[in-house]
């Protein structure tokens, strides 16, 4: 299995201002998704979607409010952004925010990555945007698990086992197909299932750059702007 849900599982740092901030990421990005169409996961996809990001790192209640919020006719309104930043030792960053203020987030994003002696630059290239999804299974699954998806026509880049996880990765669009799929073979529990940019290679920093990376991600997973971080660093 590639570097992936370790990378992710490294960047939610679980301090109770990272807690604090999850939830926040959570409302913001469910009611947003529930204001753009009928706020009903049944009838919007993209509610859905946002439910299941959050359903295991979130209490109900606050995905309860966010979608009560949006039915209530709140005119509160955020702001998508996405920055990227080359940082030590060849390591790659690329942080989404969703914000009411865009200046602030901009501000806020940039001030914590060049203090770590990070800047902005063009790095989306080394990652490619993919669907994962992780789920506990078992090795001798993996081929049942390809025939049932390219069966349902899900375009797999690879379907890989480690220490009892089985991680699929197919292209962006295929994420719900895929998900249909793997329930049609029982498989209803996620640990992740989302579109997320993978990295194309990874980097191992030395411990210097290390402590510094992981002080700069832990400040971006508190910061009430960012949404989304990823990175290419597999030595976390």
């Known amino acids: 299995m590639g570097r992936h849900f370790e990378v992710r599982a490294a960047a939610m740092a679980a301090t109770a201002k990272a807690k604090s901030a999850i939830y926040m990421r959570a409302s913001k990005e469910i009611y947003a998704a529930a204001k753009s169409g009928i706020p009903d996961p049944d009838s919007n996809l993209a509610l859905r979607s946002a439910i299941e990001k959050y359903r295991k790192t979130c209490p109900r209640d606050v ?25 030590a030792g060849g390591s790659y960053l ?6 009411d203020n865009v200046n602030r987030a901009l501000t806020s994003v940039r001030t914590i990555v060049t203090r770590k002696g990070g800047k902005m630059g063009t790095v989306s290239y080394n ?8 789920f506990v299974g078992k090795e001798e699954d993996i081929e049942k698990i390809e025939e049932a998806l390219i069966m349902a026509d899900v375009d797999i880049q690879s379907c890989d086992y480690e220490d009892g996880i089985i991680e ?14 793997l329930k049609e073979l029982g498989i209803t529990d996620f640990e992740s299932a989302e579109v997320t940019f993978v990295p194309n290679d990874y980097v191992s920093l030395n411990d210097e750059d290390k402590k510094k990376f992981s002080l700069m991600l832990q400040e971006l997973n508190e910061n009430e702007d960012v949404q989304n971080v990823y990175h290419n660093v597999d030595n976390l």
């Not at 690329?94 to 914000?99: A, F, G, Q, Y």
């Open 168 to 181: 699929v990765k197919a292209a962006p669009n295929d994420l719900e197909k895929a998900k249909d799929a």
């Open 127 to 134: 990652f490619t945007l993919l669907s994962v999804l992780d």
């Open 94 to 99: 690329i942080v989404d925010t969703l914000s």
């Open 63 to 87: 995905i309860d409010r966010a979608i009560e919020k949006a039915k209530g006719g709140s005119a509160e309104a955020y702001i998508e952004g996405r920055y990227e930043f080359l940082c």
